[in-house]
């Protein structure tokens, strides 16, 4: 069965930084793109980084230049380093294959926050 199972979450104050990590199942993890995705309170949930199979990264505009997207295939995990937090950026943080294709894990909660 295939599971993603999001951690390193938590709170953090504004400028702050945080790493998530994703470890995904062999099955879906070496075929595929994968992504960050986030859901904010009382929105839709959206796309923020993906990066293909080789390692080529894709940001959204609103966190370029602030976060990093990396996977490491040996570990079937991709991570999400996030550095110059904002408030905005308080989400619940999943990770997928790029289109998401799996179903999605349970998320870690990110609060930026002073």
């Known amino acids: 069965q295939v599971q993603l199972v999001e951690s390193g979450g938590g709170l953090a104050h504004p400028g702050g930084f945080l790493r998530l990590s994703c470890a995904a199942s062999?099955?879906?993890?070496?075929?595929?793109?994968m992504a960050w995705y986030r859901q904010a309170p009382g929105k839709q949930r959206e796309l923020v980084a993906t990066?293909?199979?080789?390692?080529?990264?894709g940001y959204a505009d609103s966190v370029k230049g602030r976060f990093t997207i990396s996977r490491d295939n040996t570990k079937n995990t991709v991570y999400l380093q996030m550095n110059s937090l904002k408030p905005e950026d308080t989400a619940v943080y999943y990770c997928n294959t790029y289109p998401y294709a799996v179903t999605w894990g349970q998320g870690t909660q990110v609060t930026v926050s002073s």
């Open positions: 062999g099955s879906i993890f070496g075929a595929n793109a």
């Open positions: 990066i293909t199979r080789g390692g080529t990264p």
